[in-house]
C-alpha cells in the first residue's frame, strides 16, 4: 500500500513485518545450532498462553524501540498509537496462563533452547461486557484481520486419533501387541510464533495446533443438496480449537474439554518425538514440564507411543516416561482438581485407559508391609467415591520424576492433603518452585518512567540483573529519589484516571490512593471482603463527615467464568455499591469505587505501574501462589494481603515492616471451619461488619430489587467457607493502618522502595534457572 492510502493498522503490521525479518534470521540460527549441537530442549505443554501483545515486547527485547519509533516518527506515525491497535493474545484465563507467557520469555532470555506446545484457539478468553454491571460474555476475534506474528506450518501436521477399539495382536514369539483403531482422526496444524529473548539472545518457538478435519467436504453428501451436513464432521473436528474452556470453573464443556487435552498433548508429543530419533534415550534430549493436570494425558500417551509405536517393554518405557516428564501443581481446592468419568476415558481413548489401568497395577503392587484400605483408596489412580473417574493429578505425579508446587505454602500444604500418601512412597519427587514474573514486560515496557529513574539511580545493570535492584535500599530515605518515584507515579496515575475515565465514564482524583483489586473473580480470591470493607468505610465517612478522611480509588477488575453465578453477582455489587457512593455527595474527594471491564494483560500493564496499593487478600491456605502480587510490589505498591501464596515469601523479601499482612493463617482457617457458627459470631462480635452487610442485604446499594443480595449475605452467616466474616476485622483495622501512613509520605515512600529493592528474587529468570537445575538438569548460566 502506498503511505498515502495507509490505516493505521496497516502501519502496525508493516512495523512488524519489518522487524519479524530479523527476528526470523535469529529463529533459524537457534534452531539450526539446538539441532547440530544436540542439546537438550526443555518442552513446555500448557493449555493456555496468556500472551498479551507481542510487538512491544520484541521490538525492546531486540532493542530497536527507539529505532522503530524514530523510523515511524519520520513518517508521521506514532509508534504509541499503533501498538495499541495490536490485538491481545488472550489465550488463557488468568495466573497460569500468564505464568506461562512469562517462563517463555525468560527461557528465551537465558538462552535455554525450548519449545512451548499448546492449542491455537480461534476465540481465546471471553470479552467482558459490561451493563448496569451484568457481565456478558463476547466471542474475542483476535484473529479477525489476521496474524503477523504467527507461520503456517502444514508440512508438520499430524494425525490425532479418537474413540475406536483396540486390536491385540500375538507376535510369532508369542508377545501381545496392542494396535489401536481409532474410529475418528482430526489433524493438528501447527501455527509457530517465535519467542523473542531479551537483547535477542535466542528466538524460540511457541507452537500452537489448531484443528482441522482430514476432509473438509462431504462431497457426495453436498452434491445430494445437503449443503450443511456435508461440512458436520468438518465442524465437529474443528470445534476441538475453536474456544478456550474457562478453567476456573466446576464442571464445564466435559468431552469437548477432554479432546481438547488429548488433541494438543498427543500431537506434541509426536511433533517432539520426531526431534530426537533414539526413544529409548528421549529423557537425555527432552524434558517436558506439564503445566497443571491439562497435559496429563501426556503420561498415557507416552507410554503408548514408546510400547505400542516403539516396541519399547514396559519398565524401559515406564523408566523414560518418568525420567522425560514434570509436572507442575497449581491448585488444591478440590473442586479444581481434574479427574475424568472413566466411562467417558473408555469410549474417547480406550487404548489410554488400559494403560492407566495397568499403571495403577503396577503402582498397586508396588506397595510393601501392610497397607489399609484408605491408603489404597487415596494412592490409586481411580476415584471411587461419586462414579469411578481417573485422577489426573495422581497420573500425572506417577508418571513424573518431580512434581512442584509454586509457592512454599502451596508446596507444603501439597505434602499435608493431596499428595500425602504418594508423597510417602515416593519421598523427594515433591520440590518448591516458586512462580515468578518477566521483569522485560511487567516493569521495564510496562513502566518506562520507574525504569529510567532506576537505571539513573542503579546503572542500566538492573536491565540485566535484577539482583541489582538491591542497591536501591541504600536510597530509601533519599527526599530527591522519593520525590521523582513520585511524580512518575503520578504520570502514571493520570494515564490510569485517562483510561478510567474513557472506559467506566468517571473522573478519579489522582492524588487520592489507588487500591488496586484486579484478578479472576472468584470467591477464594476475596473481592466480597473489599466490597464489604468498602460499604463499611462509606457508612463511616456518612456518620463523620466532617472528619480528615484519606481520598481513596477503589479499582477493581476481572472476569468471571460464565456459569459462576456467585462470582457475577459480585461484580454487579461493584457496580452497584459504585454507583451508590458517586449519587452521594458526601463522599466526593473521600471515596470512589470503579469496575474496569474486561481485565487482560494489556490492561493489567496500564493498572500496575499506577496502583498505590494491592489487594491480595485471598482466604489463607487457597492461593497457590499469585503472580499479580509480585507485578505490584515489585513496581512499588504497598501490599495489604494474608499470609497466603507467595505473600508469604514477599514478606520475607521486602521485610515485614514494609508489608500489611492481617487475618488468620492457613492452619487458623482450617480449625475455625470446624465450627459452622463461626460466620454468625464473627458478625455478631462486629457491628461495623453487621451494619455493612445489613446495607447490602436490605436493597441499600440496589433500590431497584431489594433483594439481590440477600442470598448472597445470609451464605455468609450461614456458611462462611472463605472467611470473610472472620477476616473482616482485621482487614479493617489493616486499612485504616494504611490510611494513616498515606498521610506520612515519607514513610510511605520509604516502604514502597524497600518494595522494589526487594523484589528481585521474583524474576522468572530465577525460577527458570532453578526449574533447569532441579528438574530439567540442563546447564543453564
Ligand atoms: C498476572 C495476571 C493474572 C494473575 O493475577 P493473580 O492476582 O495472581 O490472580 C491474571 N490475569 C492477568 C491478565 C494477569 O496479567
Same mark, same amino acid.
Given at each position: 500500500k502506498d503511505a498515502t492510502v495507509a490505516t493505521p493498522y496497516d502501519w502496525l503490521t508493516a512495523s512488524i513485518e519489518v522487524v519479524r525479518d530479523r527476528i526470523i534470521d535469529q529463529w533459524i540460527k537457534a534452531t539450526k545450532e539446538a539441532y547440530e549441537e544436540k542439546e537438550k530442549r526443555v518442552y513446555y505443554l500448557s493449555l493456555?498462553? +496468556?500472551?498479551?501483545?507481542l510487538m512491544r515486547d520484541a521490538f525492546s527485547n531486540l532493542g530497536v524501540m527507539e529505532t522503530m519509533r524514530a523510523a515511524l516518527a519520520s513518517l508521521g506515525v506514532d509508534l504509541d498509537l499503533i501498538a495499541g491497535l495490536e490485538p491481545d493474545a488472550a489465550l488463557g484465563n488468568g495466573g497460569l496462563g500468564r505464568l506461562a507467557a512469562c517462563f517463555m520469555e525468560s527461557m528465551a532470555s537465558l538462552g535455554l533452547p525450548a519449545h512451548g506446545y499448546g492449542i491455537r484457539y480461534d476465540y481465546g478468553i471471553f470479552r467482558q461486557v459490561l451493563a448496569e454491571g451484568v457481565q456478558h460474555e463476547v466471542p474475542e476475534d483476535w484473529l479477525a484481520f489476521g496474524n503477523p506474528w504467527e507461520f503456517e506450518r502444514p508440512d508438520l501436521s499430524c494425525p490425532v486419533g479418537f474413540g475406536g477399539h483396540v486390536e491385540e495382536v500375538t507376535e510369532e514369539d508369542g508377545a501381545v501387541r496392542h494396535v489401536w483403531h481409532p474410529a475418528e482422526t482430526v489433524t493438528a496444524v501447527p501455527y509457530d510464533t517465535p519467542v523473542v529473548g531479551w537483547r535477542g539472545r535466542r528466538v524460540n518457538t511457541l507452537r500452537l495446533w489448531s484443528a482441522r478435519a482430514p476432509s473438509p467436504l462431504d462431497l457426495d453428501a453436498f452434491n445430494r443438496g445437503d449443503h450443511v451436513g456435508a461440512t458436520a464432521g468438518r465442524a465437529r473436528a474443528e470445534a476441538i480449537s475453536r474456544v478456550l474452556y474457562p478453567s476456573d470453573e466446576s464442571p464445564a464443556g466435559r468431552e469437548l474439554r477432554l479432546r481438547q487435552e488429548y488433541f494438543f498433548t498427543s500431537a506434541s508429543l509426536r511433533d517432539l518425538m520426531r526431534r530426537h530419533p533414539d526413544p529409548g534415550k528421549l529423557h537425555e534430549h527432552a524434558a517436558v514440564q506439564l503445566n497443571?493436570?491439562?497435559?496429563? +494425558?501426556a503420561v498415557a500417551e507416552l507410554m503408548r507411543l514408546l510400547v505400542d509405536e516403539k516396541g519399547i517393554g514396559w519398565e524401559q518405557a515406564w523408566t523414560v516416561t518418568r525420567e522425560t516428564l514434570s509436572y507442575t501443581n497449581h491448585t488444591l481446592l478440590p473442586e479444581a482438581l481434574e479427574t475424568w468419568p472413566v466411562e467417558l476415558m473408555e469410549r474417547l481413548l480406550p487404548r489410554h485407559m488400559q494403560i492407566i489401568y495397568l499403571i495403577n497395577w503396577h503402582s498397586l503392587q508396588s506397595l510393601e508391609g501392610p497397607r489399609t484400605e484408605d491408603f489404597i483408596r487415596s494412592v490409586s489412580l481411580i476415584d471411587e467415591t461419586s462414579g469411578r473417574r481417573v485422577r489426573m493429578g495422581h497420573l500425572a505425579f506417577l508418571g513424573s520424576h518431580k512434581v512442584n508446587g509454586v509457592s512454599a505454602l502451596h508446596t507444603d500444604l501439597m505434602r499435608e492433603t493431596v499428595f500425602r500418601d504418594l508423597a510417602s512412597l515416593h519421598p523427594g519427587r515433591i520440590v518448591n518452585k516458586t512462580n515468578g514474573i518477566t521483569f522485560r514486560r511487567w516493569l521495564q515496557q510496562a513502566n518506562p518512567g520507574l525504569t529510567a529513574i532506576l537505571v539513573d539511580v542503579l546503572g542500566p545493570g538492573i536491565l540485566d540483573d535484577p539482583g541489582l535492584l538491591a542497591g536501591l535500599a541504600a536510597h530509601e530515605g533519599d527526599p530527591a529519589l522519593r520525590e521523582r518515584l513520585r511524580a512518575a507515579r503520578a504520570r502514571n496515575k493520570i494515564a490510569l484516571a485517562r483510561l478510567i475515565e474513557e472506559r467506566a465514564g468517571t473522573r478519579v482524583d489522582p492524588s487520592a490512593i489507588f487500591d488496586v483489586q484486579v484478578k479472576r473473580i472468584h470467591e477464594y480470591k476475596r473481592q466480597l471482603l473489599n466490597l464489604v470493607e468498602t460499604a463499611a468505610l462509606y457508612e463511616a465517612i456518612r456518620a463523620e463527615p466532617h472528619r480528615n478522611w484519606t481520598p481513596r480509588v477503589k479499582i477493581m477488575a476481572g472476569k468471571a467464568a460464565p456459569s459462576y453465578h456467585k462470582a457475577k453477582l459480585i461484580i454487579r455489587l461493584a457496580h452497584d455499591l459504585g454507583r451508590r457512593i458517586e449519587e452521594d455527595p458526601s463522599m466526593r474527594g473521600r471515596l470512589k469505587l470503579v469496575f474496569l471491564p474486561n481485565y487482560n494483560v494489556s490492561l493489567a500493564e496500564r493498572i500496575v505501574p499506577a496502583a498505590d496499593l494491592s489487594e491480595q487478600i485471598s482466604t489463607a491456605g487457597m492461593e497457590a501462589s499469585g503472580t499479580g502480587n509480585m507485578k505490584f510490589a515489585l513496581n512499588g505498591a504497598l501490599t495489604i494481603g494474608t499470609l497466603d501464596g507467595a505473600n508469604v515469601e514477599i514478606r520475607e523479601h521486602v521485610g515485614p515492616d514494609n508489608i500489611t499482612i492481617f487475618g488468620l493463617t492457613a492452619p487458623e482457617v482450617a480449625i475455625r471451619r470446624s465450627d459452622p457458627d463461626h460466620g454468625r459470631a464473627a458478625i455478631a462480635r462486629s457491628p461495623r461488619l453487621a451494619s455493612a452487610l445489613h446495607l447490602i442485604r436490605s436493597g441499600g446499594v440496589s433500590p431497584d430489587e431489594k433483594g439481590r443480595y440477600a442470598a448472597l449475605v445470609d451464605g455468609l452467616s450461614d456458611d462462611d467457607a472463605f472467611m470473610v466474616t472472620d477476616d473482616f476485622d482485621a482487614y479493617w483495622e489493616a486499612q485504616r493502618g494504611l490510611d494513616a501512613l498515606w498521610a506520612d509520605q515519607a514513610a510511605w515512600w520509604r516502604r514502597s522502595i524497600a518494595n522494589t529493592a526487594g523484589m528481585a528474587w521474583f524474576s522468572s529468570d530465577r525460577t527458570i534457572r532453578e526449574y533447569a537445575q532441579d528438574i530439567w538438569r540442563m546447564p543453564v548460566e
Open positions: 493456555e498462553f +496468556l500472551i498479551g501483545r497443571d493436570t491439562h497435559p496429563a +494425558l
